[in-house]
């Protein structure tokens, strides 16, 4: 009698007297007539390289690996006893569940033939229990699934697998601790996870180069915006800079103007301070150019402000306009470079696609990318034709804007002088039309000595007349033609002569008239022009 302990990762399988099947225990007395035997818990790896086939006759390598072990968590509470329906422990399974039981039983039929092959391993005989169950198991599976579906249902695949093995592997007690599948690999004389590692390679190489380019244009796209926006910016601070000093230099032309008119008013004062007592005419006339020239000083500085405002104002426009005109283009370029980049890079990894499938295949890639490049170029062409677009809009509404505003400048003017013919008015002395009739009229009679002989007959003749003024009613009649004269002027072309011109030339004709005492009145009075003799106010010889 023996008290025998078993270490930590073995049991004792106890047989012989008082033993109805097997006794598994850690320790326990041997007694006599008992056979007392040891073995191990301990897990073992099972390397297999199995050579599988799936559905669509694909031949590979599956590599696995499975820890194997026996169950010692399947004990049970009820091992060895009699079944609760009150059945008898007799008519009970002979390992009553257990899975050491069953375990120990294997060990034991692995020994007994290991013995009669004289020298054989017990371990050698469960292996390749172990291995066949494996292998079946494995190639059951695999013959039932595709490549594809071995691929994309990685986890299923295993746990199938895990599934259909333990199933088997329970009858002997034993227990699949873990269970790796390796990486599959090409079967001899086989190509096929090469060509798909090759085509995911080349996949990954185009992609990084499409990212690139992707990001290469963004940067480009982002700078020549950053760029434009700085253009635009820097255009507009000149254009403010440049109205302001045009502003300034307006305020100073209007001072010298304000001085420049104080100084002709101080000299018309003193002038007619000198002549006043001998040519009242002349003093009248001297006040009319005076004024002339005053309203003229002013015309221009009105003239040259608004011009220098519209000036700068279309400049600003036509800056902001080529500003943004070059933005779009170089976004127009840009987008085409990285079209042309996206369709170079597409068609070489097409090229190499259809070198590794097969004809249908080739055709189908071939349509997708002919479809492909067909929607990229209308992208394109619609990009441009909008950009196109939009640089059109933007101008016309530049020029609208600069129309408007001269418009507005003009109601501005027209609204200053009094109405559109107040305009008109400034615009004939702006455009010098007033100098050029007179220059027109100063050389028509440049040279001349006119001389006017008046000879009156019947009841105007000498002092026979109404008042004697037979020689003055000749003058008056020929002034009096002038008033009609420029009525007829202003409806036939819209010019309004100003009052103080002809206006008021009758009313002091008769003025004067009435002023007149006593006219030489002899027939036959020689009265002559001011350019050939002297000639009183009133327009009588001296």
């Known amino acids: 009698m023996v008290y025998t302990i078993a270490s930590p990762d073995e049991y004792l399988a106890i047989t012989g007297a008082g033993v109805k099947t097997l006794k598994i225990v850690k320790s326990a007395w041997?007694?006599?007539?008992?056979?007392?035997?040891?073995?191990?818990?301990?897990?073992?790896?099972?390397?297999?390289?199995l050579q599988a086939m799936t559905r669509e006759k694909l031949q590979f390598l599956l590599p696995v690996v499975f820890t194997v072990g026996p169950d010692v968590n399947q004990r049970g509470g009820t091992a060895g006893q009699a079944p609760v329906d009150g059945a008898r422990i007799e008519d009970a399974p002979a390992d009553h569940g257990d899975a050491l039981m069953k375990y120990a039983m294997l060990l034991a039929q692995a020994q007994a033939e290991s013995q009669s092959q004289k020298g054989g391993n017990p371990r050698q005989h469960l292996e390749n229990?172990?291995?066949?169950?494996?292998?079946?198991?494995?190639?059951?599976?695999?013959?039932?699934?595709?490549?594809?579906?071995i691929f994309t249902r990685r986890e299923d695949f295993k746990k199938k697998i895990f599934q259909n093995i333990q199933g088997e592997l329970s009858q002997f007690g034993l227990k699949i601790y873990?269970?790796?599948?390796?990486?599959?690999?090409d079967a001899p004389q086989s190509s096929y996870f090469e060509s798909l590692s090759r085509?995911?390679?080349?996949?990954?190489?185009?992609q990084a180069r499409v990212d690139v380019a992707e990001a290469q244009r963004l940067g480009t796209v982002g700078e020549a915006q950053r760029q434009g926006e700085q253009n635009r910016e820097i255009a507009k601070i000149n254009a403010e800079t440049a109205v302001q000093k045009t502003e300034r230099d307006s305020e100073r032309a209007r001072a010298e103007a304000t001085l420049a008119t104080r100084k002709t008013n101080f000299n018309k004062d003193v002038n007619l301070a000198q002549i006043e007592?001998?040519?009242?005419?002349?003093?009248?006339?001297?006040?009319?150019?005076?004024?002339v020239e005053v309203k003229r000083a002013q015309t221009e500085l009105e003239r040259l402000r608004a011009s220098d405002v519209v000036k700068a104002t279309i400049l600003r426009e036509s800056k902001q306009q080529a500003a943004d005109a070059s933005n779009y283009e170089e976004q127009a370029r840009s987008n085409a470079a990285f079209y042309t980049q996206q369709k170079a890079a597409d068609s070489h990894a097409y090229t190499e696609q259809n070198r590794a499938n097969a004809a249908f295949y080739s055709e189908q890639k071939a349509a997708d990318a002919y479809a492909y490049k067909m929607k990229v170029e209308a992208e394109a062409r619609f990009f441009a034709a909008s950009k196109d677009a939009e640089a059109n809009l933007i101008r016309q509404q530049r020029e609208a804007a600069g129309l408007s505003a001269m418009a507005g400048a003009y109601a501005d003017l027209s609204n200053a002088f009094g109405g559109p013919a107040g305009l008109i008015q400034y615009m004939m002395i702006e455009k010098g039309v007033y100098q050029e009739l007179a220059q027109a009229n100063a050389d028509a009679v440049r040279g001349l000595n006119p001389k006017m002989t008046i000879w009156n007959t019947g009841n105007q003749a000498g002092g026979e007349g109404e008042s004697g003024q037979g020689g003055i009613n000749s003058?008056?009649?020929?002034?009096?033609?002038?008033?009609?004269?420029?009525?007829?002027?202003?409806?036939?072309?819209?010019?309004?002569?100003?009052?103080w011109q002809f206006g008021k030339l009758a009313t002091q004709i008769g003025e004067n008239e009435g002023q007149v005492a006593q006219v030489n009145s002899a027939?036959?009075?020689h009265v002559k022009g001011k350019g050939s003799s002297g000639i009183g106010p009133n327009g009588l010889h001296n």
């Not at 041997?30 to 073992?44: A, D």
């Not at 229990?129 to 579906?149: A, Q």
């Not at 873990?178 to 690999?185: C, F, G, M, P, Y």
Request: net charge negative.
């Open 129 to 149: 229990i172990i291995k066949g169950i494996i292998e079946g198991e494995t190639r059951v599976l695999v013959s039932s699934m595709t490549m594809e579906e």
């Open 199 to 206: 085509k995911a390679h080349e996949g990954a190489i185009n």
């Open 30 to 49: 041997v007694w006599p007539l008992q056979r007392c035997n040891r073995f191990s818990i301990q897990p073992n790896d099972y390397s297999i390289n």
């Open 178 to 185: 873990n269970a790796n599948v390796k990486e599959l690999r």
């Open 475 to 499: 003058i008056r009649n020929m002034y009096q033609m002038l008033p009609p004269l420029m009525s007829t002027i202003h409806e036939q072309t819209g010019v309004t002569m100003p009052e």
């Open 523 to 525: 027939n036959g009075k």
């Open 277 to 291: 007592a001998t040519r009242a005419t002349e003093v009248r006339d001297e006040e009319l150019r005076k004024d």
